[in-house]
Each structure stands twice: as structure tokens, then as C-alpha cells.
């Protein structure tokens, strides 16, 4: 089984940045896709990015050029690179790990505010 920690939300200004990071530990040998999900409340998670063992990345059209996931393959961690955030872009960030097998791992989550 695969073991999933997220980490760096908080509060923001409109405009702001922040990093979210995200590790992955046990048996990473089996990990696939790494991404980023994010939830409010009453609507159904959400995919933000997502990076496949060869680089290849997907994001949804409201983050387009305004965020950017990463992943280093050696320590097992990906990561997302949130700029010119809004306050739309409020909400709990979880990040998922996806294994060859076909199953996910999700983080306990990170809430991210975007208020001035």
C-alpha cells in the first residue's frame, strides 16, 4: 500500500501564492499517476493536475496558467505551485496517488484560503 501526506495550504490574498507539497511513502515502486484534487463544501471533488511517471501533466482549464504541478520521482513527492490565486480557488486540497494496480491514495487534506 501506498501512504499519501499533504501539506502547505493557509491563508493567501487574492493574487498570492503557495506551495503545496505532498509525499508519498511504502510502496512507491507501484506509484503511476500523482495529482491534485480540491473540494468545497457541497460540490464533489474536483481534479486540479495531475503528472504520469513520464512527465505528461493535465490540468483543469480554471488553473490553467496559474498552477503548476511537479514531481520528483527520487523522493517520491509532488508538488503544486499555486500563483495568482483567487478567492474561487478556495478549498480543501487533497492530493492522490494512483498505483499501476489501479488503486488511489488520498491525503487527509489542506484547506487553502484565498481573502483579502
Known amino acids: 500500500q501506498v501512504q499519501v501526506a499533504d501539506s502547505g495550504g493557509g491563508l493567501v490574498q487574492p493574487g498570492g501564492s503557495l506551495r503545496l507539497s505532498c509525499a508519498a511513502s511504502g510502496r512507491i515502486s507501484t506509484i503511476s499517476t500523482m495529482g491534485w484534487y480540491r473540494q468545497t463544501p457541497g460540490k464533489q471533488r474536483e481534479l486540479v493536475a495531475i503528472i504520469n511517471n513520464g512527465g505528461s501533466t493535465k490540468y483543469a482549464d480554471s488553473v490553467k496558467g496559474r498552477f503548476t504541478i511537479s514531481r520528483d520521482n527520487f523522493a517520491s513527492m509532488v508538488y503544486l505551485e499555486m500563483n495568482t490565486l483567487k478567492p474561487e480557488d478556495t478549498a480543501i486540497y487533497y492530493c492522490?496517488?494512483?498505483?499501476?494496480?489501479?488503486?488511489?491514495?488520498w491525503g487527509q487534506g489542506t484547506q487553502v484560503t484565498v481573502s483579502s
Open positions: 492522490n496517488v494512483a498505483s499501476i494496480s489501479g488503486t488511489n491514495a
